[in-house]
């Protein structure tokens, strides 16, 4: 169990790391202090997101079906911006999109490939 939990710690830091070199590499603006602040933002992304992420997907669910589900990259935008606030990172919202959908795409691809072992 706690080792299971460690390797999503993992993959879920590694996933920021890409996604932060990533956002640089584009021209965005995704920085925290200090490396230990990043390490946090993993177990702080999944608290908000369980806290505050439901609560947004309830409230948010008309203009979702309205746009057809693209607003539900909004409101992962914004878990991952709460988040970002919490543990002293600096973004904007472009940033905390591009941040978003680059942690979700890489971490559930290592996460694929560690189920798979």
Same mark, same amino acid.
């Given at each position: 169990m706690l080792k299971r939990w460690l390797a999503h710690w993992i993959t879920g830091v590694l996933a920021v790391?890409?996604?932060?070199? =990533?956002?640089?590499? !584009?021209?965005?603006? &995704?920085?925290?202090?200090?490396m230990w602040r990043m390490v946090l933002f993993v177990p702080t992304l999944a608290i908000v997101n369980g806290?505050?992420?439901?609560?947004?997907r309830i409230l948010s669910l008309p203009i979702t079906c309205l746009t057809f589900g693209l607003f539900g990259f909004v409101v992962?935008? =914004?878990?991952?911006? !709460?988040?970002?606030? &919490?543990?002293g990172a600096t973004m904007n919202f472009w940033s905390a999109l591009f941040g978003s959908i680059v942690?979700?795409?890489?971490?559930?691809?290592?996460?694929?490939?560690l189920n798979e072992r």
């Open positions: 790391a890409i996604a932060v070199w =990533l956002a640089k590499q !584009i021209g965005f603006k &995704i920085e925290w202090p200090s806290l505050i992420g439901p609560a947004l992962n935008a =914004l878990v991952f911006w !709460i988040a970002g606030l &919490i543990t942690v979700t795409l890489v971490g559930g691809t290592l996460s694929r490939m």
